[in-house]
């Protein structure tokens, strides 16, 4: 009877501390994230402006997480493949990305995706780099009057890259080209990597990318899409004071597939604020000729909104929007 009545008695502790256990399993489970090492997709392959700075900011973002970032490179369809396999990863932190503006802010006016700004949880801004006018190793022009001059004389005969069809880079040399009135050929890539080593090669004339891109190809650089002219291109003027005015830029951060837990993405953003404030990750972003900038998630996605209502009337102009 006696050993009954314990049986008893311990059998309702232990229902009653079931609860509790679980709870106390929980929050060490959430404490314990990272616990194994994180997945960073980049939407584009090897050797491209984003990959470069997510290969920047790698070694920083795993120190201040305290485990290992791997970089995925998921190249095509300007940067769409690669955000799709973001948008509809596991919410669980452990598959994150590095998502530039082209993506989300422009290709969903020109085709059907299978994600919107909503499908993803925006943890923090990383970069914002000026784009610049990179011209062919064999161009037959040296700069922006040079560019326009050729492509009047030749109609056609001028052949552009950009990393995909209705890209942030394709907006600003569309919007240049037609500006100055000129008709040229456009051919997309599927990033800026192999886009780089087309101009290397003789196969296009100019293109629009990051300053990283010049700096790591020593392709001439004939215009800065900046308010100013960059400290570290001083003797290339601005496109708007070649009396064309047009600014543009790439910015990019970390996003994760929407519905990750508050908890997971409060650890992410810490890092990251960390990461970008890192001497390393500043060091390595200069040594790119690029622009370190953390902005929190909300702010993160209220800039990406109202570049996407932006480039939307662009676009339409352009003649380039499906909406």
Not at 192 to 213: D, K, R, Y
């Amino acid at each position: 009877m006696r050993h009954g009545w314990w049986n008893r008695v311990g059998r309702r502790c232990l229902g009653l501390l079931a609860p509790l256990l679980a709870l106390g399993a929980g929050a060490m489970a959430e404490e314990a994230y990272p616990a194994r090492p994180i997945q960073l997709i980049v939407p584009y392959p090897p050797g491209g402006n984003t990959d470069l700075m997510a290969r920047a900011l790698q070694q920083s973002l795993s120190r201040a997480l305290g485990q290992s970032i791997v970089v995925v490179n998921r190249g095509g369809a300007s940067g769409t493949i690669g955000d799709a396999e973001i948008a509809r990863a596991r919410p669980d932190g452990y598959t994150i990305g590095l998502s530039p503006n082209t993506p989300l802010t422009a290709q969903t006016h020109l085709v059907p995706l299978s994600y919107s700004l909503d499908s993803f949880r925006f943890l923090c801004l990383v970069y914002d780099n000026p784009q610049v006018l990179v011209l062919g190793r064999d161009a037959p022009f040296h700069d922006i009057a040079g560019m326009v001059a050729f492509g009047r004389t030749r109609p056609e005969a001028l052949v552009y890259g950009s990393p995909g069809q209705g890209s942030t880079q394709h907006i600003l040399i569309a919007r240049l080209l037609r500006l100055a009135g000129v008709d040229a050929l456009h051919a997309p890539f599927t990033g800026a990597g192999p886009m780089a080593q087309a101009a290397l090669g003789g196969q296009i004339m100019a293109f629009v990318e990051s300053p990283s891109i010049p700096v790591s190809t020593g392709l001439p650089v004939g215009g800065t899409f900046s308010r100013e002219r960059l400290p570290a291109l001083p003797e290339v003027p601005t496109v708007t004071e070649t009396g064309y005015p047009i600014i543009g830029s790439s910015a990019g951060g970390l996003v994760a597939p929407a519905g990750l837990p508050d908890a997971i993405a409060a650890v992410l953003q810490r890092g990251c604020a960390e990461a970008v404030a890192s001497e390393g990750f500043r060091t390595a972003a200069g040594r790119l000729n690029a622009v370190p900038s953390y902005a929190e998630g909300a702010e993160f996605r209220a800039r990406f909104a109202a570049e996407s209502d932006s480039n939307r009337q662009v676009l339409r102009d352009l003649g380039m929007a499906r909406d």
